[in-house]
Nanobody
């Protein structure tokens, strides 16, 4: 199982970034994929999750309208589109595989990719 996150970088407040998570080595349709982030000194938090089926997208209320998760089954890739970024969005962003096909939880994800750094600063 491999999960390769990419697309992080330095962006000014108000800007946008698109993160990608390329998955390989397992049956993509059988597992939800989640995005998590961790800021310095803070706990890791879930920012998005999406399973194979329709209606399995999750974005916390605090991020709705700014973050979007898209799953491309042909490319085996899950994207996190982030708009109107602010300094509080700074952190390391990870993608991870859920053992379940519809939900994600920080405590139960079974494979994690290496993170990609997102820095929002002027």
């Amino acid at each position: 199982v491999q999960l390769q996150a990419s697309g992080g970088g330095l962006v000014q407040p108000g800007g946008s970034l698109n993160l990608s998570c390329a998955a390989s080595g397992f049956s993509f349709k059988d597992h939800a994929i989640g995005w998590f982030r961790q800021a310095p000194g803070k706990e890791r938090e879930k920012v998005a999750c999406k399973g194979h089926s329709e209606g399995t997208s999750y974005i916390p209320d605090s991020l709705k309208g700014r973050f979007t998760i898209i799953r491309d089954r042909h490319r085996r890739t899950v994207y996190l589109r982030m708009n109107s970024l602010n300094v509080d969005d700074t952190g390391v962003y990870y993608c991870a595989r859920s053992p379940y096909d519809r939900t994600c939880s920080t405590e139960t994800m079974d494979y994690w990719g290496k993170g990609t750094q997102v820095t929002v600063s002027s």
